[in-house]
């Protein structure tokens, strides 16, 4: 209900939140070429977001050296979610423009959502709902420590 009656945000999350209280903000780390966020509407416990620092839409602007540190930082993400939640799987992906479903269509981003067998059930189907085991907050501060280590190399 704060979402839905609170103010809404303008500008970019990816360029915005992380110069912003990055607790606040569900910011996990920032490195000179990413930042790695919660979803603050995840479809799984961990749902995380992973964009470029340079605000773009566009994968083929990225320069090589910027893909591969961008690269980088999903893959070392995909590590460590891995270690904190074991799941038994994960959805990585990006969804580029409206059409294809991106929610943030001005600044690409991939998504990492882990898995498990039977995460899913009649809720979404017939409530339009999900459930998330864990409260966001709950989950940063579950994550963030290992997080950090992004940051410092």
Known sequence: MAYIGGPKATGCIFCMEPATDRRAALVLACTPSAV???NRFPYANGHLLV?????TADLNA???VQYAALAEVLRRSVRLLEREFQPEGLNVGMNLGRAAGAGIEDHLHWHIVPRWVGDTNFMPVLGEVRVIPEHLEAVYD?????FAVLETG
């Open 36 to 38: 790695v966020m919660l």
């Open 51 to 55: 964009a470029p620092r340079c605000h």
């Open 62 to 64: 990225l320069e090589a």
């Open 142 to 146: 579950r994550l963030q420590p290992h």
